[in-house]
């Protein structure tokens, strides 16, 4: 159980297009999502956090209006990189939490990224 | 905020324990967890501990926890060459809603 996919895994694009990532949860209900980015040989970087129906929060730093994070549903979040440029090169990936576990927020299961190569 | 360091490389031979060693700064964490993520892919749980429990056991894993040092570690017994990667410890914080955060991993090469 507890199983998040990500698509595309990976993508390459040209400098200005914009480009969509899916995360979705598969077997449980993610009432939190999160965004982060990776650089080669580097730690995760978390960019925004968002609950379904809501506004993301982004992290200090992080454009809003070029990474456009929509959280439709509790099993689907996507995160859109608007006009890339190829400095957005990087590894992202999603995780999410089903929320409160036995009254404390522990669980977020992380989904296997995505790739995203800018030309 | 809350700091979490590692170091970045550790060597073994096959066979041999690892020990991968974690530091964080903020007294108030309440779970935190073990990750590995092998080359070009996702973050795999491996194991996590609560801020309560000093030690933890899951087969070839064993987490400690020093909450007074602030000093995370995971043992691997037994290390394998499929145990090569690169592993991340990660912090919760309540009082920061449902974030965690990640050390700058340590790569562990196995060698055979």
């Given at each position: 159980g507890a199983v998040v996919s990500q698509h595309p895994s990976w993508v390459i694009c040209k400098s200005g297009t914009s480009v969509k990532i899916e995360c979705r949860s598969l077997d449980f209900q993610a009432t939190t999502m999160f965004w982060y980015r990776q650089f080669p040989k580097q730690s995760l970087m978390l960019m925004a956090t968002s609950n379904e129906g809501s506004k993301a929060t982004y992290e200090q730093g992080v454009e809003k209006d070029k990474f456009l994070i929509n959280?439709?549903?509790?099993?689907l979040s996507t995160l859109t990189v608007t006009?890339?440029?190829?400095?957005?090169?990087s590894f992202y990936i999603c995780s999410a939490s089903p929320g409160l576990a036995g009254g404390i927020k522990y669980e977020q299961y992380f989904g296997p990224g995505t790739r995203l190569t800018v030309t | 905020g809350e700091d979490v360091e590692q170091s970045l490389f550790l060597s073994v031979r096959e066979g041999d324990s690892s020990v991968i060693n974690c530091t964080y700064t903020d007294?108030?964490?309440t779970y935190l967890y073990w990750y590995k993520q092998e080359p070009g892919a996702g973050l795999q749980l491996l194991t996590y501990i609560f801020s309560n429990m000093d030690m933890k056991q899951d087969q070839r894993l064993t987490v400690l926890l020093n909450k007074k040092d602030k000093h995370l570690s995971l043992r691997i017994a037994?290390?394998?060459?499929?145990?090569s990667a690169i592993y991340f410890c990660a912090v919760l914080n309540n009082n920061a809603g449902n974030m965690l955060t990640f050390g700058g991993g340590t790569r562990l090469m196995v060698k055979p």
């Open positions: 959280h439709a549903s509790l099993t006009s890339a440029h190829p400095e957005d090169s | 007294s108030s964490s037994d290390t394998q060459t499929g145990d």
